[in-house]
């Protein structure tokens, strides 16, 4: 198969041509643009048949989004950054009500200051949403986790919000050479859209969303946890399957080179193509180090995780968003995965609002001592 | 009081299935007055059935035949939408 010259956000909008969701409501913001405008030239060429609605707000892109997909539409968004933060209250909405859509995230620093380049702060903001969180580290995995992402979101015993995670700029605009399916394939893998319960299903009427009091709110909230729990076996399966068709590897987490690492790096999303060529380097010289990178964040494999970093004595966990005043989510995760254990752990904090992380800075993690703060002037 | 379900025997985000739904007979709630119809001065325009918020207005395919008390919480619309004052509100 020939590789196109693609942008992450050209990735996703092409995937989504080929699963050809009913509906995609959509408020444009940068850098999630080169999505819906890719995917919009799509609609107005006739190459693909979906309803895109263009809604006056990320709320209402979620909202709208949360009818369809409960309506029996399969459904697709995207957003990035402030509209992620307007959208915030109604993603809680649709993981409650387990509305199986698909969103591309382009992620972007929040406000403020205002800026617009790429670090995790949005995804960590509805880090507690309920909605599956997948980062993908180039344009090619974009691709694939948006073929991937219907499935898993429409799984029976998942029927969750999927969010495929793309670094702004870093990917959403940076073009790759991408590998598609072709379009049958991906029609054949993602199969009819099917949900319990559809809402204009007349014939047996339901109320969705029904108000919850004490006596069943306790319930529904476990019952979602435990839906997104179950989800990362069914990413596996479907992984799996995935990889039968294009021959690339779909982990909820990816271990380079950590099988005798003496250090090593755990980070998410564009910063661990970077990271990779760090260890490369200092494994050329000697250095027994490596890389976890975290695909999958919500659900958090931490079963997969302790095992992964078991036997590393020595860890730095490189965020992408802080939390201040508190440890850095990332970090916090990887800590709750590994307690009791005797690994050293380390909390970085890099990449705030795009800047830049480089090679050199970090081969200095993985073999000197930094600051936890690294490449802000002190 | 039906018993308390547990997470795993509710449907996924609490989806109600109305055939699995206990049907609240709504008319329990009803105080004083319950509408009564004259059949004679019906010219059968329907407009009591469109408006009753509680679908308490019975037909017969399309023909007035009376109202359901078993869901008639007595709000008095019909009552005082009827443009031919058939329907009168009387003590329970």
Redesign the interface.
């Known amino acids: 198969m020939t590789p196109r010259l693609l942008t992450g956000g050209e990735a996703f909008a092409h995937a989504l041509r080929q699963v050809r969701p009913d509906v995609f409501p959509v408020y444009p913001i940068t850098p999630q643009t080169p999505i819906i405008q890719t995917f919009a030239s799509f609609v107005a060429n006739g190459e693909v048949d979906t309803e895109l609605v263009n809604v006056e707000s990320e709320h209402s892109a979620m909202s709208a989004a949360i009818g369809s997909a409960l309506a029996g539409a399969r459904t697709a968004t995207a957003t990035s950054s402030q509209g992620m933060a307007l959208m915030a209250e109604v993603v809680y909405i649709a993981a409650a009500m387990r509305a199986p859509l698909v969103m591309g995230v382009g992620n972007r620093a929040l406000s403020g200051p205002i800026n617009i380049h790429a670090d995790h702060s949005d995804s960590m903001l509805v880090r507690d949403s309920g909605a599956i969180q997948l980062f993908a580290e180039n344009a090619q995995e974009v691709y694939d986790l948006a073929v991937l992402a219907p499935r898993l979101a429409e799984h029976p015993e998942v029927l969750l919000p999927v969010f495929v995670c793309q670094d702004g700029f870093t990917i959403t605009h940076s073009a790759e050479p991408v590998e598609l399916l072709e379009d049958d394939v991906v029609r054949e893998f993602v199969g009819e859209y099917e949900i319990p319960y559809p809402l204009l299903d007349v014939r047996r009427p339901t109320t969705q969303g029904p108000f919850a009091m004490p006596d069943y709110y306790f319930e529904l909230r476990r019952q979602q946890e435990v839906a997104i729990e179950g989800s990362l076996d069914v990413l596996t399966k479907l992984g799996a399957e995935l990889s039968t068709l294009t021959g690339r590897d779909y982990p909820a987490i990816e271990a380079y080179r950590l099988e005798d690492a003496e250090r090593a790096l755990v980070l998410m999303g564009s910063t661990a193509g970077t990271a990779k060529d760090a260890v490369d380097g200092l494994r050329d010289q000697g250095h027994r180090v490596g890389l976890l990178r975290i695909v999958c964040f919500r659900p958090f494999p931490s079963f997969h995780v302790f095992s992964a970093l078991a036997h590393v004595p020595d860890v730095a966990v490189l965020d992408r968003a802080a939390s201040p005043g508190g440890a850095a989510p990332l970090f916090a995760e990887v800590a709750a995965a590994m307690v009791g254990g005797p690994v050293e752990l380390r909390s970085h904090v890099f990449g705030l609002g795009g800047r830049d992380l480089g090679v050199e800075a970090l081969e200095e993690v993985l073999v000197g001592r930094v600051p936890q703060y690294l490449g802000v002037r002190s | 009081m039906p018993e308390?379900?547990?997470?795993?025997a509710?449907?996924?985000?609490?989806?109600?299935?109305?055939?699995e739904?206990v049907q609240p007979e709504t008319g329990g709630w009803r105080t004083g007055t319950v509408p009564r119809a004259d059949l004679a001065k019906c010219v059968n325009c329907l407009l009591c059935w469109l408006h009753c918020p509680d679908s308490a207005v019975l037909l017969d395919g399309t023909t007035f035949i009376g109202f359901d008390e078993r869901y008639c919480k007595g709000c008095e619309i019909c009552a005082e939408l009827c443009p031919t004052q058939a329907i009168e509100m009387v003590p329970e």
Do not use: F, M, N, P
């Open positions: 308390l379900k547990a997470w795993h509710l449907h996924a985000g609490g989806v109600v299935v109305r055939d739904a």
